[in-house]
Protein backbone atom coordinates (compact mmCIF):
# COMPACT_ATOMS: atom_id res chain seq x y z
CA UNK A 1 0.00 0.00 0.00
CA UNK A 2 1.72 3.31 -1.24
CA UNK A 3 -0.50 6.46 -0.53
CA UNK A 4 2.70 8.24 0.68
CA UNK A 5 4.70 10.28 -2.32
CA UNK A 6 7.34 12.05 -1.87
CA UNK A 7 7.44 15.85 -3.12
CA UNK A 8 11.58 16.02 -2.99
CA UNK A 9 11.59 19.45 -3.76
CA UNK A 10 9.50 20.30 -0.57
CA UNK A 11 11.69 17.82 1.74
CA UNK A 12 13.47 19.76 4.49
CA UNK A 13 11.62 22.73 3.73
CA UNK A 14 9.20 22.84 6.43
CA UNK A 15 11.96 21.68 8.31
CA UNK A 16 13.25 25.31 8.85
CA UNK A 17 9.92 26.20 10.51
CA UNK A 18 8.99 29.26 8.71
CA UNK A 19 6.36 29.99 6.51
CA UNK A 20 8.14 32.32 4.18
CA UNK A 21 10.28 30.44 2.56
CA UNK A 22 7.52 27.75 1.43
CA UNK A 23 7.15 27.58 -2.28
CA UNK A 24 3.64 28.52 -3.68
CA UNK A 25 1.87 25.26 -3.83
CA UNK A 26 -0.48 24.72 -7.40
CA UNK A 27 -3.11 22.61 -6.80
CA UNK A 28 -3.48 21.52 -10.44
CA UNK A 29 -1.22 19.11 -10.78
CA UNK A 30 -2.52 16.49 -8.80
CA UNK A 31 -5.15 13.61 -9.52
CA UNK A 32 -7.47 14.40 -5.97
CA UNK A 33 -8.87 17.73 -5.03
CA UNK A 34 -5.78 18.71 -2.50
CA UNK A 35 -6.27 19.09 0.98
CA UNK A 36 -3.24 21.00 2.27
CA UNK A 37 -2.30 21.44 6.21
CA UNK A 38 -0.19 24.64 6.40
CA UNK A 39 0.92 27.61 8.85
CA UNK A 40 -1.30 30.21 8.02
CA UNK A 41 -3.23 33.30 10.19
CA UNK A 42 -6.41 33.97 11.02
CA UNK A 43 -8.70 36.92 12.26
CA UNK A 44 -9.47 34.84 15.45
CA UNK A 45 -10.27 37.82 18.03
CA UNK A 46 -11.78 40.83 16.90
CA UNK A 47 -10.85 43.71 14.89
CA UNK A 48 -8.25 45.78 16.54
CA UNK A 49 -6.39 42.41 17.50
CA UNK A 50 -3.56 40.98 15.37
CA UNK A 51 -3.87 37.76 13.40
CA UNK A 52 -3.84 34.68 15.03
CA UNK A 53 -0.89 32.39 13.55
CA UNK A 54 -2.71 29.20 13.32
CA UNK A 55 -1.89 25.98 11.21
CA UNK A 56 -5.18 25.13 8.70
CA UNK A 57 -6.38 23.34 6.03
CA UNK A 58 -6.63 24.47 2.54
CA UNK A 59 -8.45 23.33 -0.71
CA UNK A 60 -7.03 26.26 -2.41
CA UNK A 61 -5.15 29.19 -1.37
CA UNK A 62 -4.30 30.08 2.37
CA UNK A 63 -5.62 27.59 4.76
CA UNK A 64 -8.75 29.05 6.57
CA UNK A 65 -10.28 28.38 10.01
CA UNK A 66 -12.38 26.66 10.11
CA UNK A 67 -10.66 24.04 7.44
CA UNK A 68 -12.65 24.33 4.19
CA UNK A 69 -16.52 22.79 4.55
CA UNK A 70 -16.23 19.61 2.30
CA UNK A 71 -20.14 18.68 1.22
CA UNK A 72 -20.89 15.69 -0.81
CA UNK A 73 -24.63 13.24 -0.75
CA UNK A 74 -24.99 9.99 1.19
CA UNK A 75 -23.34 6.96 -0.65
CA UNK A 76 -21.10 9.53 -2.57
CA UNK A 77 -17.20 9.12 -2.58
CA UNK A 78 -14.66 11.57 -0.86
CA UNK A 79 -11.43 11.83 -2.29
CA UNK A 80 -8.60 14.08 -0.84
CA UNK A 81 -5.18 13.94 -1.05
CA UNK A 82 -3.41 15.59 2.06
CA UNK A 83 -0.69 17.67 1.64
CA UNK A 84 2.05 17.88 4.80
CA UNK A 85 3.25 21.46 4.77
CA UNK A 86 3.29 21.51 8.53
CA UNK A 87 6.47 21.14 10.21
CA UNK A 88 5.34 17.75 12.00
CA UNK A 89 4.38 14.76 10.22
CA UNK A 90 -0.08 14.20 10.78
CA UNK A 91 -3.14 12.62 9.36
CA UNK A 92 -6.15 13.42 8.62
CA UNK A 93 -9.29 11.94 10.37
CA UNK A 94 -13.17 12.10 9.09
CA UNK A 95 -15.11 11.97 12.66
CA UNK A 96 -17.67 9.75 12.93
CA UNK A 97 -17.55 8.37 9.21
CA UNK A 98 -18.20 4.26 9.15
CA UNK A 99 -15.23 4.19 7.15
CA UNK A 100 -13.32 1.47 5.70
CA UNK A 101 -10.05 1.65 8.37
CA UNK A 102 -7.46 2.05 5.94
CA UNK A 103 -8.63 5.38 5.37
CA UNK A 104 -9.68 6.35 8.60
CA UNK A 105 -6.57 8.58 9.74
CA UNK A 106 -6.09 7.24 13.16
CA UNK A 107 -2.00 7.25 13.15
CA UNK A 108 -0.40 5.75 14.16
CA UNK A 109 -3.46 2.41 13.52
CA UNK A 110 -4.66 2.40 10.33
CA UNK A 111 -1.80 4.81 8.64
CA UNK A 112 1.83 5.72 9.05
CA UNK A 113 2.25 9.69 10.03
CA UNK A 114 2.53 11.52 6.96
CA UNK A 115 5.71 13.12 7.11
CA UNK A 116 6.73 16.87 6.50
CA UNK A 117 6.74 17.44 2.56
CA UNK A 118 4.80 13.84 2.02
CA UNK A 119 1.37 13.25 0.89
CA UNK A 120 -1.66 10.64 0.95
CA UNK A 121 -4.27 9.94 -0.84
CA UNK A 122 -7.85 9.53 1.67
CA UNK A 123 -10.83 7.97 -1.21
CA UNK A 124 -13.51 6.64 0.69
CA UNK A 125 -17.63 6.43 0.68
CA UNK A 126 -19.63 8.51 3.12
CA UNK A 127 -22.24 5.85 3.86
CA UNK A 128 -24.36 7.76 6.10
CA UNK A 129 -26.38 11.39 6.29
CA UNK A 130 -25.20 13.74 8.74
CA UNK A 131 -23.25 16.76 10.32
CA UNK A 132 -19.31 15.52 10.62
CA UNK A 133 -16.21 17.24 10.92
CA UNK A 134 -12.48 16.25 9.65
CA UNK A 135 -9.47 17.24 12.30
CA UNK A 136 -5.68 16.11 12.38
CA UNK A 137 -5.25 12.77 14.23
CA UNK A 138 -1.66 12.95 15.10
CA UNK A 139 -0.47 15.32 17.93
CA UNK A 140 -4.40 16.16 18.13
CA UNK A 141 -3.64 18.09 21.76
CA UNK A 142 -1.22 20.21 19.86
CA UNK A 143 -2.52 20.16 15.66
CA UNK A 144 -6.27 20.71 16.69
CA UNK A 145 -5.59 23.30 19.37
CA UNK A 146 -3.75 24.97 16.40
CA UNK A 147 -6.73 24.92 14.14
CA UNK A 148 -6.71 21.62 11.96
CA UNK A 149 -10.16 20.96 11.87
CA UNK A 150 -13.13 21.30 9.57
CA UNK A 151 -16.58 20.71 8.84
CA UNK A 152 -17.77 17.60 6.77
CA UNK A 153 -21.18 17.72 5.85
CA UNK A 154 -22.85 14.39 4.41
CA UNK A 155 -26.33 15.33 2.91
CA UNK A 156 -29.47 13.48 2.70
CA UNK A 157 -30.80 11.70 -0.37
CA UNK A 158 -33.97 12.82 0.19
CA UNK A 159 -34.49 16.62 -0.09
CA UNK A 160 -35.60 18.37 3.52
CA UNK A 161 -34.73 22.00 3.04
CA UNK A 162 -37.60 23.99 1.49
CA UNK A 163 -40.06 21.09 2.10
CA UNK A 164 -43.55 21.99 4.18
CA UNK A 165 -42.34 22.72 7.51
CA UNK A 166 -38.89 22.12 6.91
CA UNK A 167 -36.68 25.10 6.95
CA UNK A 168 -35.43 27.20 4.11
CA UNK A 169 -31.93 27.47 4.32
CA UNK A 170 -29.06 25.76 6.88
CA UNK A 171 -26.07 26.94 8.69
CA UNK A 172 -23.02 25.28 9.72
CA UNK A 173 -21.59 26.82 13.26
CA UNK A 174 -18.07 25.35 13.97
CA UNK A 175 -17.35 26.25 17.96
CA UNK A 176 -13.97 26.06 19.00
CA UNK A 177 -11.99 27.35 22.34
CA UNK A 178 -8.71 28.52 22.26
CA UNK A 179 -6.03 29.34 24.40
CA UNK A 180 -4.66 32.87 23.25
CA UNK A 181 -2.59 35.12 24.64
CA UNK A 182 -3.48 39.08 25.21
CA UNK A 183 -2.03 39.67 21.44
CA UNK A 184 -3.99 36.73 20.30
CA UNK A 185 -1.48 34.46 19.22
CA UNK A 186 -1.72 30.35 20.48
CA UNK A 187 0.01 30.23 24.30
CA UNK A 188 3.13 27.37 22.80
CA UNK A 189 4.25 26.38 26.26
CA UNK A 190 2.03 24.31 27.33
CA UNK A 191 1.02 21.21 25.21
CA UNK A 192 1.59 18.84 27.29
CA UNK A 193 1.22 20.01 30.75
CA UNK A 194 0.67 17.17 32.74
CA UNK A 195 -1.63 19.38 35.28
CA UNK A 196 -4.04 20.60 32.70
CA UNK A 197 -4.10 16.90 31.45
CA UNK A 198 -4.76 15.42 34.90
CA UNK A 199 -8.00 18.15 35.27
CA UNK A 200 -10.05 19.19 32.73
CA UNK A 201 -7.85 19.56 29.65
CA UNK A 202 -5.76 22.33 28.10
CA UNK A 203 -8.98 24.76 28.60
CA UNK A 204 -9.07 27.65 26.33
CA UNK A 205 -10.04 31.44 26.98
CA UNK A 206 -11.10 32.39 23.77
CA UNK A 207 -14.53 30.73 22.02
CA UNK A 208 -15.08 31.19 18.06
CA UNK A 209 -18.19 30.62 16.10
CA UNK A 210 -16.58 29.50 12.38
CA UNK A 211 -13.26 31.17 13.20
CA UNK A 212 -14.21 34.43 14.98
CA UNK A 213 -14.97 35.89 18.16
CA UNK A 214 -18.20 37.49 18.83
CA UNK A 215 -19.47 37.35 15.00
CA UNK A 216 -22.73 38.67 13.77
CA UNK A 217 -24.64 36.21 11.75
CA UNK A 218 -26.95 37.70 9.17
CA UNK A 219 -30.53 36.54 9.75
CA UNK A 220 -33.78 37.41 7.50
CA UNK A 221 -36.54 38.21 9.72
CA UNK A 222 -38.98 35.37 10.13
CA UNK A 223 -36.82 33.04 8.85
CA UNK A 224 -36.30 29.21 9.73
CA UNK A 225 -32.78 28.16 9.74
CA UNK A 226 -31.15 24.28 10.36
CA UNK A 227 -28.06 24.66 12.14
CA UNK A 228 -25.14 22.70 12.17
CA UNK A 229 -23.42 22.64 15.30
CA UNK A 230 -20.03 21.18 15.81
CA UNK A 231 -18.13 21.13 19.15
CA UNK A 232 -14.19 21.02 17.52
CA UNK A 233 -12.77 21.85 21.08
CA UNK A 234 -10.07 19.92 22.08
CA UNK A 235 -11.39 20.27 26.04
CA UNK A 236 -14.44 22.59 26.35
CA UNK A 237 -18.01 20.87 27.15
CA UNK A 238 -20.11 23.64 25.47
CA UNK A 239 -23.63 24.04 27.51
CA UNK A 240 -25.01 26.22 24.58
CA UNK A 241 -29.14 28.39 24.48
CA UNK A 242 -30.65 30.08 22.11
CA UNK A 243 -33.74 32.00 24.16
CA UNK A 244 -35.89 33.59 21.15
CA UNK A 245 -35.26 31.58 18.77
CA UNK A 246 -37.43 28.36 19.95
CA UNK A 247 -34.55 25.63 18.74
CA UNK A 248 -35.91 22.20 18.05
CA UNK A 249 -33.12 19.81 18.50
CA UNK A 250 -33.15 17.89 15.04
CA UNK A 251 -30.92 15.16 15.17
CA UNK A 252 -27.34 14.27 17.31
CA UNK A 253 -24.10 13.02 16.01
CA UNK A 254 -25.95 12.81 12.54
CA UNK A 255 -28.57 10.81 13.86
CA UNK A 256 -32.18 12.60 12.72
CA UNK A 257 -34.73 12.26 16.83
CA UNK A 258 -37.84 13.41 17.20
CA UNK A 259 -38.00 16.91 16.60
CA UNK A 260 -38.10 18.28 20.46
CA UNK A 261 -37.90 21.67 21.78
CA UNK A 262 -34.70 22.26 24.19
CA UNK A 263 -33.51 24.98 26.29
CA UNK A 264 -29.92 23.73 26.04
CA UNK A 265 -28.33 21.66 23.95
CA UNK A 266 -25.25 20.03 25.61
CA UNK A 267 -21.88 19.68 23.10
CA UNK A 268 -19.48 17.72 24.37
CA UNK A 269 -15.50 17.84 22.43
CA UNK A 270 -16.53 16.22 18.80
CA UNK A 271 -19.91 16.12 19.39
CA UNK A 272 -22.33 17.35 16.75
CA UNK A 273 -26.72 18.87 17.10
CA UNK A 274 -28.49 19.51 14.08
CA UNK A 275 -31.10 22.01 15.55
CA UNK A 276 -33.90 24.60 13.78
CA UNK A 277 -34.30 27.80 15.02
CA UNK A 278 -37.09 30.62 13.82
CA UNK A 279 -35.71 34.39 13.73
CA UNK A 280 -38.66 36.45 15.19
CA UNK A 281 -40.31 38.92 12.53
CA UNK A 282 -38.87 42.34 14.18
CA UNK A 283 -36.42 43.52 11.48
CA UNK A 284 -34.34 45.14 13.56
CA UNK A 285 -33.12 41.93 16.64
CA UNK A 286 -29.93 40.46 17.34
CA UNK A 287 -30.20 37.32 19.57
CA UNK A 288 -27.33 36.29 21.11
CA UNK A 289 -25.96 32.45 20.84
CA UNK A 290 -25.23 31.71 24.92
CA UNK A 291 -22.71 28.88 26.33
CA UNK A 292 -22.12 28.58 29.88
CA UNK A 293 -17.82 28.65 29.96
CA UNK A 294 -18.85 26.57 33.29
CA UNK A 295 -20.52 28.36 35.87
CA UNK A 296 -23.80 28.59 34.98
CA UNK A 297 -23.25 32.62 34.28
CA UNK A 298 -24.07 32.18 30.22
CA UNK A 299 -21.93 34.73 27.90
CA UNK A 300 -22.57 35.76 24.22
CA UNK A 301 -20.15 33.91 21.67
CA UNK A 302 -22.62 35.00 18.54
CA UNK A 303 -25.64 37.33 17.46
CA UNK A 304 -27.80 35.92 15.08
CA UNK A 305 -28.35 39.97 13.52
CA UNK A 306 -31.67 40.48 11.56
CA UNK A 307 -31.18 41.92 8.31
CA UNK A 308 -33.32 42.83 4.85
CA UNK A 309 -37.02 42.33 3.82
CA UNK A 310 -38.90 39.95 6.40
CA UNK A 311 -39.90 36.38 5.08
CA UNK A 312 -43.28 34.77 6.16
CA UNK A 313 -42.65 32.95 8.77
CA UNK A 314 -43.38 29.23 8.74
CA UNK A 315 -46.23 27.67 10.50
CA UNK A 316 -46.76 24.76 11.99
CA UNK A 317 -44.42 21.74 13.04
CA UNK A 318 -40.77 21.32 11.93
CA UNK A 319 -40.67 18.78 9.96
CA UNK A 320 -38.68 16.21 11.04
CA UNK A 321 -35.36 14.98 9.39
CA UNK A 322 -35.70 12.42 6.93
CA UNK A 323 -34.66 8.95 8.92
CA UNK A 324 -31.90 6.59 7.50
CA UNK A 325 -31.40 3.44 8.64
CA UNK A 326 -28.26 2.14 7.32
CA UNK A 327 -26.94 1.13 10.56
CA UNK A 328 -27.43 -2.74 11.76
CA UNK A 329 -29.58 -3.38 14.60
CA UNK A 330 -27.94 -4.69 17.80
CA UNK A 331 -28.81 -8.07 19.09
CA UNK A 332 -29.28 -7.72 22.49
CA UNK A 333 -30.01 -11.31 23.23
CA UNK A 334 -26.31 -12.66 23.08
CA UNK A 335 -23.73 -9.90 22.72
CA UNK A 336 -19.86 -9.98 23.68
CA UNK A 337 -19.94 -8.23 26.71
CA UNK A 338 -17.23 -5.35 27.23
CA UNK A 339 -16.29 -3.26 30.33
CA UNK A 340 -14.70 0.03 30.01
CA UNK A 341 -13.07 1.47 33.36
CA UNK A 342 -11.72 4.79 33.19
CA UNK A 343 -9.49 5.43 36.12
CA UNK A 344 -7.18 8.64 36.84
CA UNK A 345 -7.05 12.21 36.99
CA UNK A 346 -6.60 15.10 39.97
CA UNK A 347 -7.89 14.07 43.20
CA UNK A 348 -8.79 10.09 42.74
CA UNK A 349 -5.29 8.82 40.42
CA UNK A 350 -5.10 4.77 39.81
CA UNK A 351 -3.84 1.73 40.77
CA UNK A 352 -1.69 -0.73 39.48
CA UNK A 353 -1.66 1.12 36.10
CA UNK A 354 0.39 -0.55 33.36
CA UNK A 355 2.48 1.24 30.87
CA UNK A 356 4.17 0.27 27.79
CA UNK A 357 4.28 -3.15 29.79
CA UNK A 358 5.33 -2.08 32.88
CA UNK A 359 3.59 -1.46 35.60
CA UNK A 360 3.83 1.79 37.55
CA UNK A 361 2.52 3.84 40.43
CA UNK A 362 1.32 7.01 40.20
CA UNK A 363 4.20 9.34 40.11
CA UNK A 364 6.24 6.80 37.36
CA UNK A 365 3.51 7.54 35.47
CA UNK A 366 3.64 11.46 35.66
CA UNK A 367 7.05 11.01 34.75
CA UNK A 368 6.08 9.21 31.55
CA UNK A 369 3.25 12.38 31.32
CA UNK A 370 0.73 9.67 31.98
CA UNK A 371 -2.11 10.71 34.37
CA UNK A 372 -5.19 8.55 32.89
CA UNK A 373 -5.71 4.95 32.18
CA UNK A 374 -8.63 2.40 30.28
CA UNK A 375 -9.26 -0.65 32.34
CA UNK A 376 -5.92 -0.30 34.39
CA UNK A 377 -3.87 0.42 30.85
CA UNK A 378 -2.49 4.05 30.16
CA UNK A 379 -1.63 4.51 26.92
CA UNK A 380 -2.65 1.17 25.55
CA UNK A 381 -2.01 0.98 21.81
CA UNK A 382 0.22 -2.45 21.97
CA UNK A 383 -2.71 -4.65 22.24
CA UNK A 384 -6.61 -4.02 21.79
CA UNK A 385 -8.34 -3.23 24.69
CA UNK A 386 -10.88 -6.22 23.14
CA UNK A 387 -11.74 -8.09 19.63
CA UNK A 388 -15.01 -8.87 18.32
CA UNK A 389 -16.16 -11.01 15.29
CA UNK A 390 -17.42 -9.61 12.62
CA UNK A 391 -21.18 -8.83 12.38
CA UNK A 392 -21.16 -9.13 15.97
CA UNK A 393 -23.15 -7.48 18.73
CA UNK A 394 -21.06 -5.71 21.36
CA UNK A 395 -21.86 -4.56 24.93
CA UNK A 396 -20.03 -1.92 26.81
CA UNK A 397 -20.44 -1.10 30.08
CA UNK A 398 -18.42 2.26 30.45
CA UNK A 399 -17.64 3.31 34.03
CA UNK A 400 -15.71 6.66 34.91
CA UNK A 401 -14.31 6.26 37.80
CA UNK A 402 -12.54 9.98 37.61
CA UNK A 403 -13.65 13.10 39.26
CA UNK A 404 -13.96 14.54 35.29
CA UNK A 405 -16.29 13.98 32.82
CA UNK A 406 -15.12 12.62 29.24
CA UNK A 407 -16.55 12.51 25.84
CA UNK A 408 -15.64 8.63 24.49
CA UNK A 409 -15.21 8.45 21.24
CA UNK A 410 -15.32 4.75 19.22
CA UNK A 411 -14.11 4.93 15.40
CA UNK A 412 -15.54 2.97 12.75
CA UNK A 413 -18.66 2.55 14.13
CA UNK A 414 -21.68 4.35 16.04
CA UNK A 415 -23.34 3.24 18.95
CA UNK A 416 -26.77 3.49 21.08
CA UNK A 417 -26.53 4.71 24.39
CA UNK A 418 -28.90 2.06 26.52
CA UNK A 419 -28.81 2.92 30.20
CA UNK A 420 -27.43 5.84 31.98
CA UNK A 421 -26.74 5.09 35.69
CA UNK A 422 -28.66 1.97 35.56
CA UNK A 423 -31.62 4.29 34.35
CA UNK A 424 -33.28 3.48 30.83
CA UNK A 425 -32.25 6.18 28.19
CA UNK A 426 -34.70 7.68 25.70
CA UNK A 427 -34.45 4.82 22.64
CA UNK A 428 -32.61 6.01 19.60
CA UNK A 429 -29.89 8.01 20.89
CA UNK A 430 -27.11 6.74 18.71
CA UNK A 431 -24.31 8.54 18.62
CA UNK A 432 -19.88 8.16 17.92
CA UNK A 433 -19.08 10.25 20.63
CA UNK A 434 -20.67 10.14 24.37
CA UNK A 435 -20.22 12.13 27.45
CA UNK A 436 -19.92 10.45 30.76
CA UNK A 437 -19.85 12.57 33.64
CA UNK A 438 -18.10 11.83 36.89
CA UNK A 439 -19.16 8.16 38.35
CA UNK A 440 -21.45 7.91 36.16
CA UNK A 441 -21.75 4.36 34.27
CA UNK A 442 -22.91 4.27 30.71
CA UNK A 443 -23.97 1.00 28.42
CA UNK A 444 -23.78 1.45 25.14
CA UNK A 445 -24.18 -1.14 22.25
CA UNK A 446 -23.20 -1.24 18.48
CA UNK A 447 -23.20 -4.37 15.62
CA UNK A 448 -19.21 -4.88 15.04
CA UNK A 449 -19.81 -4.63 11.63
CA UNK A 450 -16.63 -2.81 10.16
CA UNK A 451 -13.68 -5.17 10.27
CA UNK A 452 -10.24 -3.76 11.17
CA UNK A 453 -8.81 -1.73 14.24
CA UNK A 454 -10.38 1.28 15.94
CA UNK A 455 -9.66 3.70 18.31
CA UNK A 456 -11.38 4.64 21.26
CA UNK A 457 -10.16 7.70 22.93
CA UNK A 458 -11.40 10.39 25.16
CA UNK A 459 -11.89 13.33 22.67
CA UNK A 460 -10.89 15.78 25.53
CA UNK A 461 -7.23 15.29 23.79
CA UNK A 462 -5.00 15.66 26.23
CA UNK A 463 -6.99 13.35 28.01
CA UNK A 464 -5.82 11.23 25.23
CA UNK A 465 -2.40 11.84 24.77
CA UNK A 466 -1.98 11.07 28.90
CA UNK A 467 -3.52 7.80 28.75
CA UNK A 468 -6.99 7.63 27.92
CA UNK A 469 -6.57 5.72 24.33
CA UNK A 470 -6.98 2.29 23.24
CA UNK A 471 -8.02 0.16 20.55
CA UNK A 472 -10.58 -2.41 19.38
CA UNK A 473 -10.21 -5.34 16.54
CA UNK A 474 -13.22 -6.56 14.53
CA UNK A 475 -12.33 -9.53 12.42
CU1 LIG B 1 -12.40 12.82 16.35
CU2 LIG B 1 -10.02 9.63 17.25
O1 LIG B 1 -11.17 11.29 16.81
CU1 LIG C 1 -11.34 12.61 29.10
Known amino acids: MTH????????????????????????????????????STAQLAPAGYRA????????????????????????????????NDLPQPTAVHWHGIRIENAMDGAAPLTQAPVPPGETFDYDFLAPDPGTYWYHSHDRGFEQVAR??????IVEDREPWLGEPGAA??????????????????????????????????????????????????????????RLRIINTATARVMPLALPGLSPRLMALDG???PPRAVETILLGPAQRADVVIDMPLDPDVQIALLLDPGNEEWVDVAAFVATGEPLAPIEGEVRPLPAWSTLPVPDLSDPRREVLLMEG??????????????????????????????NGVAHGMDAPMFRAALGRTVHLEMTNRSMF????????????????????????????????????????AFVADNPGQWMLHCHMLSHQEAGMMGWFEVA
Open 4 to 39: ISRRTFLTGVAALGGTAFLPRMTFADTALPVLRAAP
Open 52 to 83: TPVWAYATKGAGIIPGPEIRVTAGERIRHQLV
Open 147 to 152: GLAGPL
Open 168 to 225: TRELTLVLDDWLLEGDAAIVEDRWDDLHAAAHDGRMGNTVTVNGRAYPDLDMRPGERV
Open 255 to 257: HPV
Open 345 to 374: GAMRGMLETRYQGEVMDFRELASNGMAWAF
Open 405 to 444: PHAIHLHGHHFEVLTRSGALNTPGDVRDTVLIGADETLEI
